[in-house]
């Protein structure tokens, strides 16, 4: 079975450019996670996703990131404009559940220059 | 994350050695408490978890506690080897609703 998929695996910008992420959860996972991660810190969480809906993104900086979830199933995650200080790794994980295990795509490494 | 703290941010150990790495948390609602292991440069991988109706779960050479009076759980790994050197993080999952990290504990484990 494929694990959680993301692309692209490396990302290098100008500040003020658009970027998008995308990512494919496994099949059957109900629950997705956008996680933003800084090296050397924890992941710390965008957005959580029960199905399509969007049900915990008070983290999120609303004024420049967005997400959707269509269908249920895959999943973009978009910055626009980008700045410096959004350079990190961006992770999606999926669970079937919020109280299972999440399993982690490989990251989105961002830089913005 | 703010409302989950972990010690220590680095912890050296002798291969053979155990290693104990601890978290804490401030609301009393959490319910899930699950620990990942990240290699550099690779994706986190959960290792075990717990939930908040036992106090300890096994699993070899790893265990980890929960004191819910306390509110901290701790991740215990025994007989310790090169290959268990990463780092590690706690999770809480708040009140049904949030998830947060801790801020990660470098393990080395030194042959």
């Known amino acids: 079975e494929a694990g959680v998929v993301q692309s692209p695996r490396y990302k290098i910008i100008e500040k003020k450019q658009p970027v998008a992420f995308w990512c494919n959860p496994i099949s059957g996972h109900n629950t997705l996670y956008w996680y933003l991660q800084n090296l050397g810190q924890g992941p710390e969480l965008l957005i959580r996703y029960e199905n399509e809906e969007a049900v915990d993104d008070s983290q999120l900086p609303k004024d420049r990131f967005s997400a959707e979830r269509l269908k249920g199933v895959d999943s973009t995650l978009k910055i626009q404009p980008a700045e410096l200080g959004d350079s990190a790794v961006y992770l999606c994980?999926?669970?079937?559940?919020?109280?299972?295990?999440?399993?982690f795509g490989p990251g989105t490494r961002l830089t913005v220059l | 994350g703010e409302n989950v703290e972990q010690h220590p941010s680095t912890l050296s150990v002798q291969e053979g050695d155990s290693a104990v790495i601890k978290c804490t948390y401030s609301d009393s609602a959490s319910n899930y408490f699950p620990w990942y292991k990240q290699e550099l440069g690779k994706r986190p991988q959960l290792i075990i978890d717990i939930r908040s109706n036992v106090g300890e779960k096994k699993d070899q050479r790893i265990a980890v506690t929960l004191n819910k009076t306390a509110k901290h759980f701790s991740l215990h790994i025994t007989e310790t080897q090169p290959e268990d050197s990463a780092v590690y993080f706690c999770a809480v999952l708040y009140n049904f609703n949030k998830f947060y990290f801790g801020s990660g504990t470098k393990l080395n484990v030194k042959p």
């Open positions: 994980a999926s669970s079937l559940d919020q109280y299972n295990e999440q399993f």
